[in-house]
């Protein structure tokens, strides 16, 4: 006997068959996700290797026994510290940090927006090319002046030579950002009544905050980390936490866990800065990286 299926009747649907990939692409992956773990690991474990001996002794550092299991001891810190006014570098690093950054904005912006607008290549090569020269080549020249101009030693001198490197930086970042920015929000705008300079200040600087965060913060992280303008150009009473770090090397021995402290605390607030600003850096960069 036959049975026959109703027109109303479904037959059962067929199972999907799982597709596996090609030997090619797994090896891609299995190649892609071996490269990340090595980078990580090459940028990770220097710190993390700075961060543990900073809770060692000089001779649980030496010994390899002791890598990761110790007894810790905050020593180190309470040594950093409390040692030479240490508070104070803390506030010469961010005083010359924010204030070389301000006014790099403030020249920096306006400058960046003209060269771009008006198409000022060779004003940008000019800037590109301060850019290029290596800071230390300019150190003897600069201490020379700054010398015979009694200057040495104070925070203008370091400010403006933290502006060197700061401004042509700015410059660049805000440029490809306003050629991001479409020209007729401007014309538009000078339509309705606006000055060129009313535009700009009322359309197209709150349009790029972004970019303007971008510049401010890798500027601020120049500055903070810069060791060699301040080694030369810095007093008693200017230096900077980089170069206060080298109170911990002597001629004959070095303090490996005050040194590793101090690193700790130089690094630590520029990478709090880093982690949170990550996205503004992030948008900022990506913003001016296509035009129109």
């Known amino acids: 006997m036959t049975t026959t299926l109703s027109p109303s009747a479904t037959l059962p649907a067929p199972r999907p068959t799982r597709r596996r990939k090609p030997l090619r692409s797994r090896a891609y992956s299995w190649f892609r996700a071996a490269a990340l773990v090595l980078i990580v690991l090459v940028f990770i474990l220097p710190l993390a290797w700075m961060l543990l001996s900073s809770f060692k002794t000089n001779v649980d550092i030496y010994d390899v026994a002791k890598t990761l299991v110790?007894?810790?001891?905050?020593?180190?810190?309470?040594?950093?510290?409390?040692?030479?006014?240490?508070?104070?570098?803390i506030f010469n690093s961010a005083w010359i940090a924010f204030a070389s950054t301000a006014l790099s904005l403030l020249v920096g912006v306006p400058a960046a927006y003209v060269m771009s607008r008006f198409s000022m290549g060779k004003s940008a090569?000019?800037?590109?090319?301060?850019?290029?020269?290596?800071?230390?080549s300019l150190l003897v020249p600069w201490y020379f002046i700054f010398a015979n101009l009694r200057m040495v030693g104070d925070y203008s001198v370091l400010i403006l030579s933290h502006m060197f490197v700061a401004l042509p930086l700015i410059v660049y970042i805000m440029m490809s950002f306003f050629d991001s920015l479409p020209e007729d929000l401007e014309e538009s705008a000078q339509v309705d009544g606006l000055t060129p300079i009313g535009a700009f200040l009322r359309i197209t600087l709150p349009l790029s905050t972004p970019g303007i965060a971008t510049a401010g913060i890798l500027s601020i992280i120049f500055s903070w980390n810069n060791f060699m303008f301040a080694l030369v150009l810095s007093g008693a009473n200017?230096?900077?936490?980089?170069?206060?770090?080298?109170?911990?090397?002597?001629?004959?021995s070095i303090d490996?866990?005050?040194?590793?402290a101090a690193?700790?605390?130089?690094?630590?607030?520029?990478?709090?800065?880093?982690?949170?600003?990550?996205k503004y850096i992030v948008s900022g960069l990506t913003a001016g990286a296509t035009k129109g």
């Open 70 to 89: 110790f007894t810790p001891t905050f020593d180190n810190f309470a040594n950093v510290l409390g040692r030479d006014n240490y508070f104070q570098f």
């Open 256 to 260: 490996w866990g005050g040194l590793m």
């Open 263 to 278: 690193a700790v605390v130089v690094t630590v607030p520029i990478m709090v800065i880093a982690l949170f600003t990550q």
């Open 125 to 136: 090569a000019v800037v590109l090319l301060a850019r290029i020269i290596p800071g230390v």
């Open 238 to 252: 200017t230096k900077t936490l980089p170069v206060a770090i080298f109170n911990f090397v002597s001629y004959a």
